[in-house]
């Protein structure tokens, strides 16, 4: 393989794993993932090296854009900034509950 080969593939490997953890960690939202591997398997016959480095850095850049997102919502809910904190507030009521030997009653919705 040749030295752009490898930074495609690493840059490839990268993108699909922030799309995984960040985007689709769900069935309903695998079509992100698709997306993503359809673009690249449509540009892998690109022959102009400048378009090619172009799309590379698009690449790394939603990368470094989904990986810097969460990381900003991770500190936000670590620094307690108002944000929507409701998913976060279950997950601490229910481990408190489980200390104790109790669980938490499921929520009604129609």
Known sequence: ????????AK???HLLRAVK???AK????????????????????LSDPSSIQQKIKLAHNYTFLLNSVH?????LFSYNI???RSDEMKK?????A??????LPEVYQP
């Open 1 to 8: 393989m040749s030295a752009e080969a490898l930074q495609v």
């Open 21 to 23: 953890k960040h985007v």
């Open 71 to 75: 990381h900003h919502q991770d500190l």
């Open 26 to 45: 769900e069935d309903r939202a695998r079509h992100f993932k698709e997306y993503v591997t359809e673009e690249f398997r449509n540009n892998c016959k």
């Open 92 to 96: 601490v009521l229910g481990k408190s």
């Open 11 to 13: 840059v490839y490997r």
């Open 98 to 103: 489980a200390s104790v030997g109790l669980q």
């Open 82 to 84: 108002a944000v929507d």
